[in-house]
């Protein structure tokens, strides 16, 4: 392999691709990028065995050929160098590389070696604007289940329908639940859940492109494979296992009807909260009077060593008054997803969950389930 | 005690006096901030044992008197609420707190347990301006020891002369040294070994006051106590035991002539040797090669494992080539701590230390010892 690129695509390229390897010693391999040439240009491997994240930038490329070499080596060394020109030649089982006044050797390991990834060659499910993407998971991915108890609740649920994809994210304690609109004539129907990390990987990857200006308005193609999915964003493919199982028919525990209704200003109820959670002791249990004369939720925590705290928030309250206790930990992971000025809160009574909705987005749900006195 | 006073000022107190408050669970008061009222003003205090810390504010004191709070819960605590008057009342090991819609009640310990700060009432030393104490500490302080073996230089050296104020730092393997000039009339001749942490602390309140726009000019008096030493900031002091022992003679190992002379700039010296530490093993062994024909520095590494790399940079040479290996990171220590745009680093041999100065600027110095091959 003999080839000659940009310092900075160079660069780019790794830190997309080498973020999801971590320090594995007993398979040495996997901590190394695999670097081939492909059509003309160089392309960047990475997996941990449950995902595969690949890169491609353009190049000179004057001779082809493969190897691999260690990740946070490779893109330590690139990230320090010089934007400019990079020429890099294998030689046995290393790369040479020279950038202006710096010369390297780097010590890699066969190719051959490299686990692969599996490649998937299906049809596209649907395109969608990578920016759109990234806003709606980052509003659900937190919400996972971390246990291994239940696998099926380990990922994000995407739901493709006619006219809309569903994403749903629950560790049976807390559920959120956004709904993305499309217009794709072909009607869809597939369920998929996507491990956490594979989504957390892909907002990560969709933000760097943001951040360097480079996909404007670009789209990703979602395909489902054997057990396996692709987002595909043009010179990036990420890759990902998915889980086996049926996801729980949450729709059915989202109440359609409420009692009393709250709507208040987000950021007041999240410092309020805030300030409660010093008091709320291990089990981080609030408790919440959403009174109607006057009209205010009333926040109060007390722990037996540290001492209580109340607070008062002014609140449009319709329907009747009610106590109800939270994990504040859980309001707060919802209420910090919602970027709406204002947000309504639904409820019945205290052993019902609460929805907390965006005022003027109906697409966003989040619900909670109170703790029981 | 009963008193008013504004979040701003309370939260500004408490982020000063908490920081070096750790997790003690054989002494529970050493979590806590001491509360007193003194002179019409709220005072703030706390201690490790070795470091106090104490802070006025200005407010309304309507009742004296005392308690003490865990200060990690009174500073979240506090630095939650809006920027509003603050009502705080002592009942009995409580405080009771008022802000706008938030009440609270703090569990305290009695003031009567908390340790005693030592207090010095001496003349002054010296004053000087808080901005310049705080740079100039800044370019020492890491250097110093971390091991216990050689207590007497796990400190900052300050050494007041005539006109001058010596800072030294050094671990034995490398030294900063700063000299301040003073134009203070009344001879002084005093050194003083004052520990790492509490040279941390100092530097970081310094930055606090001067974020908040709060130490224009301010100046610091340094007092000596028995074997302590006050810094005196008007609304903040930081008492500090000394450091017992002799400080090594580390003049005597500056060498005051060199063979080679080389001048280059900074920032490539800093990035051409940051590359080269991604090859110098877990020794950190970079070779330096400074040549005169043609004038440049070459730097090297090597590492069986992982590959090698050789860069050049230009430079300004006068007297011999030599060739010698140093630790990479104590070169890059004393370079982040130069400001100037080039440096000049004098040389004899490659097993004497090199010297590494700011172009321009006499007053800083540091030294590394070489690796001897």
Chains 1, 2 share one sequence.
């Not at 709406?340 to 697409?363: Q, T």
Request: with cysteine; glycine share 6%; charged share 25%.
């Amino acid at each position: 392999m003999q080839i000659i690129c940009l310092q900075e695509n160079l660069k780019q390229a790794l830190n997309i691709t080498e973020r999801i390897i971590g320090r594995n010693l007993t398979l040495p391999i996997l901590n190394n990028l695999l670097l081939t040439t492909e059509n003309n240009r160089l392309k960047i491997s990475s997996t941990n065995l449950e995902i595969g994240i690949i890169s491609w930038i353009n190049g000179k490329i004057e001779k082809p050929g493969e190897i691999t070499i260690p990740a946070k080596l490779l893109s330590n060394f690139i990230g320090n160098l010089p934007n400019k020109k990079i020429e890099m030649r294998v030689k046995g089982s290393q790369l040479h590389l020279k950038c202006e006044n710096f010369k390297a050797v780097l010590n890699g390991l066969e190719a051959k070696e490299f686990p692969i990834i599996p490649k998937i060659k299906d049809k596209p499910l649907i395109r969608i604007k990578g920016g759109v993407l990234k806003a709606n998971l980052s509003q659900v991915v937190e919400m996972t289940s971390l246990s291994d108890s239940r696998p099926e609740i380990s990922g994000v649920l995407m739901n493709f329908e006619k006219n809309t994809i569903k994403l749903a994210a629950t560790d049976s304690f807390r559920l959120a639940e956004k709904i993305i609109s499309h217009n794709q004539k072909e009607s869809i129907n597939q369920a998929m859940i996507i491990p956490q990390k594979t989504i957390q990987e892909l907002i990560r990857i969709l933000g760097e492109k943001e951040a360097a200006n480079d996909n404007q308005g670009q789209e990703v193609e979602i395909i489902l494979g054997n057990n396996q999915v692709l987002f595909n964003l043009g010179d990036v493919q990420i890759i990902s296992r998915l889980i086996e199982g049926q996801y729980p028919d949450y729709q059915q525990i989202i109440p359609k009807n409420f009692t009393t209704h709250a709507t208040l200003i987000r950021t007041e109820l999240i410092n309020n909260i805030r300030v409660a959670s010093l008091f709320s002791g291990k089990v981080n249990n609030v408790q919440f009077f959403i009174r109607s004369k006057p009209a205010l939720i009333e926040i109060f925590a007390k722990d037996i060593d540290v001492g209580e705290n109340k607070s008062q928030i002014e609140a449009k309250i319709e329907g009747k008054e009610i106590e109800i206790v939270f994990n504040c930990r859980y309001i707060l992971d919802g209420l910090n997803n919602i970027m709406s000025d204002k947000v309504i809160l639904g409820l019945n009574n205290n052993s019902s969950p609460v929805i907390i909705k965006p005022v003027g987005d109906a697409s966003y749900t989040y619900l909670v389930m109170p703790i029981k006195a």
